[in-house]
């Protein structure tokens, strides 16, 4: 009889390579065409407040796109983790209601998400493109019991 290796935390991508590869190639496309209009551009006078929205938003469109990147989503004895442009966190003992929101066979273009409402108000929402990881969150929906539990 062999006895499985007790899980301590779960982590793995927040977003699914599909949807990171849509969003760079939409991120190009934008940067592409804005470069192809410098030349229509620098025939316009532009006050400063004009070019600094405009160099402000695609710092943050290229800033999304790294941390869509980057961000990992993980399960642990404590609870769930989004590393994020603002890292997300939930303790298990502060979740009063959580629902899983996938739609079938389209996992790998929208991603799938647990929506939680924490004690004290509001809404945190984790994506997920692990399997393990969803499947973590589908036991807790399911069960309303952590999947890993704390050790004594």
Known sequence: MTVAPEVKALRGPAFPIAVRLLASALVASLMHGGIRSLDEFAGVRWNGWTGAVLVGAMVLV???LVWMWRSRTGVDAEGIHQSWIRDKRVAWRDITQ???IAIPYLDGLITPRLVV??????????????PRVLGAFAAYVTTGVPPIAAQA
């Open 62 to 64: 290229v800033w999304s």
């Open 117 to 130: 409402r924490p004690r004290g108000g509001g809404v945190v929402v984790f994506h997920s493109a692990d």
């Open 98 to 100: 959580a629902r899983l």
